[in-house]
């Protein structure tokens, strides 16, 4: 009898691009690979020293500065005015670039790796 993890491990190394991995922060977060807090708090510090501002907490001085919350899709909307721009701000927000590889469709490279 075959062992069901095996079963599980064959099926999906023989059928490329029809499974996808879902993981929770935790398991992100461990590897490296920065949780979305993070990736707006990057955003944000960058932002406050292209304007000229130098500040240990990015969140409050975006707060006090634009008047609302930080929200991910806004903040984009705000630094970026086109889908290829805010296609860039996320590669980079991520620490990470996606680049082709025959072998596995589309493989990311930087803090974790994926397969799509």
Same mark, same amino acid.
């Given at each position: 009898?075959?062992?069901?993890?095996?079963?599980?491990? &064959?099926?999906?190394?023989?059928?490329?691009?029809?499974?996808?991995?879902?993981?929770?922060?935790?398991?992100?977060?461990?590897?490296?690979?920065?949780?979305?807090? /993070?990736?707006?708090?990057?955003?944000?510090?960058?932002?406050?020293?292209?304007?000229?501002?130098?500040?240990?907490?990015?969140?409050?001085?975006?707060?006090? =500065?634009?008047?609302?919350?930080?929200?991910?899709?806004?903040?984009?909307?705000?630094?970026?005015?086109?889908?290829?721009?805010?296609?860039?701000?996320?590669? /980079?927000?991520?620490?990470?670039? &996606?680049?082709?590889?025959?072998?596995?469709?589309?493989?990311? =490279?930087?803090?974790?790796?994926?397969?799509?």
């Amino acid at each position: 009898m075959i062992d069901v993890t095996l079963k599980i491990a &064959l099926t999906v190394r023989n059928n490329p691009g029809k499974f996808a991995l879902l993981i929770g922060s935790g398991l992100s977060q461990s590897a490296g690979i920065p949780t979305g807090v /993070e990736v707006v708090r990057s955003i944000l510090s960058e932002l406050a020293r292209a304007s000229g501002v130098d500040t240990p907490d990015p969140t409050e001085w975006y707060r006090l =500065h634009f008047g609302e919350d930080p929200n991910y899709s806004r903040l984009l909307e705000k630094i970026s005015q086109t889908r290829t721009e805010r296609k860039g701000v996320d590669d /980079e927000s991520a620490g990470c670039m &996606l680049v082709p590889d025959e072998s596995i469709g589309r493989r990311r =490279h930087g803090p974790g790796r994926y397969v799509a």
